[in-house]
């Protein structure tokens, strides 16, 4: 019996907490910033310094997951989608897609198309 375990593999994004992106579409275009999270599912992504959205809240309320101590005006990064960023490369830092490879180590890694320097990380995040 044949099974394919691709069709059963979730949806992997090609970013990672830690990478440095750059946004290329949308109200922040051309800022850069750090990935804090990744939310896979929603082919979402939250960047340091992008997308920030302002919540006005009252005290003790809690909404969305992050409690408010004081009333007043909260700044939080939204999460923004991922095809609107692209990763910069840190070798040639520039913007760029990657390719898929696999490494003479038999590890996974992605490759950066301007220069080609293998892109390897630790993929601490991808099972959120
Ligand atoms: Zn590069």
């Known amino acids: ?24 579409a949308g109200k922040d275009r051309g800022k850069r910033g750090r990935v804090l999270r990744t939310l896979p599912r929603e082919h979402k992504i939250v960047v340091e310094g992008v997308n920030i959205l302002k919540r006005h809240t009252k005290a003790g309320q809690s909404r969305g997951g992050t409690r408010a101590i004081q009333g007043g005006i ?5 999460p923004l989608a991922y095809s609107n960023v692209m990763l910069v490369c840190p070798s040639c830092d520039k913007p ?20 080609g320097e293998p892109y ?6 991808e099972n959120q």
């Open 1 to 24: 019996m044949l099974t394919n375990k691709n069709a059963t593999m979730p949806k992997r994004l090609d970013l990672a907490p830690g990478d440095t992106v750059v946004v290329i």
């Open 74 to 78: 909260v700044d939080f990064e939204s």
């Open 96 to 115: 760029t897609r990657v390719r898929h490879t696999v490494l003479e180590s038999g590890k996974k890694a992605t490759v950066c198309l301007h220069c």
């Open 120 to 125: 390897e990380r630790v993929r601490q995040a």
